[in-house]
């Protein structure tokens, strides 16, 4: 659904077309709660701040390699025309190449969850529902013992516990201050990636920016390249060396100084002139990587307490109700 949503998106003949396909591209991806929940199922307190790393690392080449490969292919009739001429279908929707590459890169996605990960969730093992395809159309022989020892091993441990509702896991209280802490984080640093974005492209004489949209990429490639780098080297140790909670608590004061001195900027260019100077990029890629570590840092540290405040079998539901508050957040 994401994927043909994504599609469909770079088609819209209207921005009110575009508006009610981003709202339904919104409605129907719920992949980033289900790689929460997976990564906490296969990682234990030895791995989990590694695994959930891999998040922010995929985020980061995302960051970085999105704005590339839009750049590159959105009106593709006006900058490959001996491939798209003037009249064909993308000449028409200009934005509708990069939206195509999207949704092939979620059906390679789709194929990949469908043939080859495997079940992780003990209930749904013990309940016969593991890897259907994987199971029945590629290693069927091999899955079926294997899948009868699991069922008996864990069928009693799950069938005793009684299960709980939603709104009882909510009212615990871990659950709903890691709902609360999630949903905040979302709010707080989408205002600067917004802002930034609107303000950036500003006249300086509006207290703007003045910035291109390739200035803009080169900004928020920087962010990319810099969370890379931290989750990949440096997130895993600091999460070890502090816990938990105080790793969140230092990328919000981390974040700080990049709400402070990011508004300040404008002046800068007012004072000089509007002339976007060396000083004024260095203060931009300063804040840019604070915002970035520190936001990143405050983030993955929210999605293992987030998927930490249950037991396993109630992860999936505890993670998918983060992701929608997240949104709200958002």
Same mark, same amino acid.
């Given at each position: 659904?994401?994927?043909f949503s994504?599609?469909?998106?770079?088609?819209?003949t209207?921005y009110?077309?575009?508006?009610? *396909?981003?709202?339904?591209?919104?409605s129907?991806?719920?992949?980033?709660?289900?790689?929460?929940?997976?990564?906490?199922?296969?990682?234990?307190?030895?791995?989990?701040?590694?695994?959930?790393?891999?998040?922010g690392?995929m985020?980061?080449?995302g960051?970085?390699?999105?704005?590339?490969?839009?750049? +590159? /292919?959105?009106?593709?009739?006006?900058k490959?025309?001996?491939?798209?001429p003037?009249?064909?279908? +993308?000449d028409?929707?200009?934005y509708? *190449?990069?939206c195509?590459?999207?949704?092939?890169?979620?059906?390679?996605?789709?194929?990949?969850?469908? +043939?080859?990960?495997?079940?992780?969730?003990?209930?749904?093992?013990?309940?016969?529902?593991r890897?259907?395809?994987?199971?029945?159309?590629?290693?069927?022989?091999?899955?079926a013992?294997?899948?009868?020892?699991?069922?008996?091993?864990?069928?009693?441990?799950?069938d005793?516990?009684?299960? /709980?509702?939603?709104w009882?896991l909510?009212c615990?209280?871990?659950? %709903?201050?890691?709902?609360?802490? %999630?949903?905040?984080?979302?709010f707080?640093?989408?205002? %600067?990636?917004?802002? +930034?974005?609107?303000?950036s492209? /500003?006249?300086v004489?509006?207290?703007?920016?003045?910035?291109?949209s390739?200035?803009?990429g080169?900004?928020?490639?920087?962010?990319?390249?810099?969370?890379f780098?931290?989750?990949?080297?440096?997130f895993?140790?600091?999460e070890?060396? /502090?816990g938990?909670?105080?790793?969140?608590?230092?990328?919000?004061?981390?974040?700080l100084?990049?709400?402070?001195?990011?508004?300040?900027?404008?002046k %800068?260019?007012?004072?000089?002139?509007? =002339?976007?100077?060396?000083?004024?990029w260095?203060?931009?890629g300063?804040?840019?990587?604070? =915002?970035?570590?520190g936001g990143?840092?405050?983030?993955?540290?929210?999605?293992?307490?987030?998927?930490n405040?249950?037991t396993?079998?109630?992860?999936?539901?505890?993670?998918?109700?983060?992701?929608?508050l997240?949104?709200?957040?958002?």
């Amino acid at each position: 659904m994401t994927a043909f949503s994504f599609l469909s998106f770079g088609f819209s003949t209207s921005y009110t077309m575009a508006i009610v *396909l981003r709202l339904i591209n919104g409605s129907v991806n719920g992949i980033v709660g289900v790689c929460k929940t997976y990564l906490s199922e296969i990682t234990d307190s030895t791995n989990q701040a590694k695994g959930f790393a891999f998040l922010g690392v995929m985020r980061g080449l995302g960051m970085i390699v999105g704005p590339i490969v839009g750049g +590159f /292919l959105c009106l593709p009739a006006e900058k490959y025309p001996q491939i798209f001429p003037k009249g064909s279908l +993308f000449d028409m929707f200009p934005y509708a *190449l990069p939206c195509v590459v999207g949704w092939g890169i979620a059906m390679i996605g789709t194929l990949v969850g469908f +043939f080859v990960l495997e079940e992780t969730n003990q209930a749904a093992i013990a309940s016969n529902k593991r890897a259907f395809f994987y199971t029945w159309f590629i290693n069927r022989q091999e899955a079926a013992p294997l899948l009868q020892d699991q069922v008996d091993d864990s069928t009693t441990e799950i069938d005793a516990e009684p299960r /709980l509702s939603i709104w009882q896991l909510v009212c615990m209280p871990r659950v %709903y201050y890691s709902f609360i802490l %999630y949903t905040l984080t979302s709010f707080i640093y989408i205002q %600067y990636d917004e802002l +930034f974005a609107l303000w950036s492209r /500003l006249p300086v004489s509006e207290g703007g920016l003045n910035f291109s949209s390739s200035d803009q990429g080169a900004a928020f490639a920087i962010g990319g390249f810099m969370l890379f780098f931290y989750q990949i080297f440096l997130f895993a140790p600091i999460e070890k060396a /502090l816990g938990c909670l105080k790793t969140f608590q230092t990328g919000l004061l981390l974040s700080l100084p990049a709400f402070i001195i990011l508004p300040l900027i404008s002046k %800068y260019g007012m004072l000089h002139e509007g =002339r976007v100077e060396y000083l004024m990029w260095t203060l931009v890629g300063v804040c840019n990587i604070l =915002r970035t570590v520190g936001g990143v840092q405050a983030f993955t540290s929210t999605f293992i307490m987030v998927s930490n405040s249950v037991t396993s079998n109630y992860r999936g539901q505890i993670n998918g109700s983060a992701q929608s508050l997240g949104s709200i957040g958002r």
